[in-house]
């Protein structure tokens, strides 16, 4: 049966869901391709982060689950299933893949839904490195720990991507001997260097015994895991986890046959290629979600979905920018960034930009909370524009949610203080940013300065003579 839509959209995400229920309110006609459980184990990989970053009781491993199933149940209540579809929406749980002839259409097992435009947002899987034994060794990854009756005795973890970096602290602070091992020399290479040398200092504060920079010669599972580094180093654990970069979820969809190919590196489908619009390389398919890639964190804001369903939709006109995507490490203190670093801000903006931060301990509501640990970076133009922003501290995704306002807004740093709707800790932490950026715009040496000390010479001779 070939059915005709305004908008076909293939999911697994709870961005395909929310592109979903967008298009129904506005009136359009769409389906909802996904296969049975995407959602759920999508969900589920979200919330055990975020559980396991605030899980502070080894004794409560057991209550984990617990948690995250009563998050599962309240989490997205106007996208379930039911309620797309009494709002309109056509679901299918059925795996779908394209199909390019005799016209292109979405089929499934018991369906063809053909449509002018379609929308990509799928989920993502973890990229399985090629090392010698991990085919044979048994492993773990966030979703088979998660699945875990007991909490680990010990383990390993491999990869620097932001969900290891997040769940080596966690673990390690639940009492779990943890070790994590990366063929990269630094955590977070994106990164400014400082902001990397921290991370790694939170993980090493925890208990977390880091191994950067060092390729794995082999491993093997001789009751426990072992892993053999080049260096020599012997590493054991009772549980192996991987954690590397993830990739999306593509490989059923038969993108090949309508000319789409991901962006590959080291041979490992990456992300998918879009422009500004989010239109893949065919016309007719757009993407949004967790395929498109950018940081290593998860984002924050789902905004490429309207952009993306939109554009698919109407006429695509619509710009989509990755840079003021804010996006959260699920660590302790939280560690979030939006925009460039103070490298790229300074290499692109030379010395019109400037760097501004103020650590936690100079915030008296963090002494209150005995939390001090951490700091507020921004980067900054010489007008006050917001180039950027890394925050590593308690509520950082909070304050993290009006510099996206002001980079999206263009608000510039001296009008920030005046919205009447500052979150608690802007409020107690933004005077101080105006203050640093004030007092390097006034330094000695600048014209504003030389200008000031001028005209109150000036002032001050006139009053002599008279």
């Not at 133009?381 to 180039?387: E, F, K, N, T, V």
């Not at 510039?412 to 005046?418: F, I």
Request: some cysteine; proline content about 6%; overall charge positive.
């Amino acid at each position: 049966m070939t059915v005709d839509y305004d908008g076909v959209i293939i999911g697994g995400t709870v961005q395909g869901r929310e592109a979903a229920a967008l298009a129904a309110r506005e009136g359009a006609r769409v389906a909802l391709v996904e296969a049975p459980g995407a959602v759920n184990r999508s969900l589920r990989r979200q919330l055990g982060r975020s559980v396991l970053a605030q899980a502070h009781d080894r004794s409560g491993w057991a209550s984990l689950n617990a948690q995250i199933k009563a998050l599962e149940a309240v989490a997205y209540p106007q996208l379930s299933l039911d309620c797309l579809a009494a709002s309109g929406v056509d679901v299918v749980l059925e795996p779908g893949q394209f199909s390019p002839r005799p016209h292109l259409a979405v089929t499934t097992l018991s369906r063809r839904l053909r449509s002018r435009r379609y929308l990509l947002a799928p989920g993502t899987e973890v990229t399985i490195p090629d090392i010698p034994g991990l085919a044979e060794t048994p492993y773990l990854t966030l979703d088979t720990l998660l699945a875990l009756e007991t909490q680990p005795e010990s383990v390993i973890i491999l990869g620097r991507s932001g969900a290891a970096i997040a769940l080596a602290q966690a673990l390690a602070r639940l009492g779990t001997p943890t070790a994590l091992v990366s063929r990269g020399a630094t955590l977070l290479p994106t990164e400014d260097a400082d902001i990397s040398a921290f991370i790694a200092a939170l993980l090493e504060a925890a208990g977390v015994m880091l191994r950067l920079g060092s390729p794995i010669e082999l491993l093997r599972h001789p009751g426990k895991a072992e892993l053999l580094l080049t260096n020599g180093d012997r590493l054991t654990g009772q549980h192996l986890i991987v954690a590397t970069a993830t990739y999306p979820a593509l490989g059923q969809l038969n993108l090949g046959s309508i000319g789409i190919q991901p962006s590959q590196v080291h041979g490992i489908a990456t992300v998918l290629s879009v422009d500004d619009r989010l239109r893949t390389n065919h016309s007719q398919v757009f993407a949004c979600g967790p395929a498109l890639g950018g940081y290593w964190a998860e984002s924050t804001d789902h905004s490429d979905v309207a952009i993306a369903l939109r554009n698919a939709l109407y006429l695509p006109w619509r710009q989509f920018s990755c840079f003021n995507r804010p996006a959260l490490l699920h660590t302790t203190p939280e560690f979030a960034r939006i925009g460039l670093t103070a490298t790229q801000a300074q290499r692109w903006y030379g010395s019109e930009a400037t760097v501004l931060q103020v650590p936690f301990g100079q915030v008296l509501k963090a002494h209150y909370g005995d939390d001090i640990t951490g700091f507020c970076r921004w980067m900054v133009r010489a007008d006050g524009q917001i180039l950027g922003a890394q925050i590593c501290g308690p509520g950082a995704s909070e304050l993290m949610a009006t510099v996206a306002l002001a980079l999206h807004q263009g608000i510039p740093l001296q009008r920030l203080e005046r919205l009447p709707t500052l979150s608690p800790s802007l409020a107690a932490i933004l005077p101080l940013m105006v203050e640093t950026w004030q007092r390097q715009r006034w330094q000695t040496g600048t014209w504003r300065r030389d200008w000031a000390e001028n005209w109150f010479n000036w002032r001050r001779s006139r009053r002599r003579q008279g």
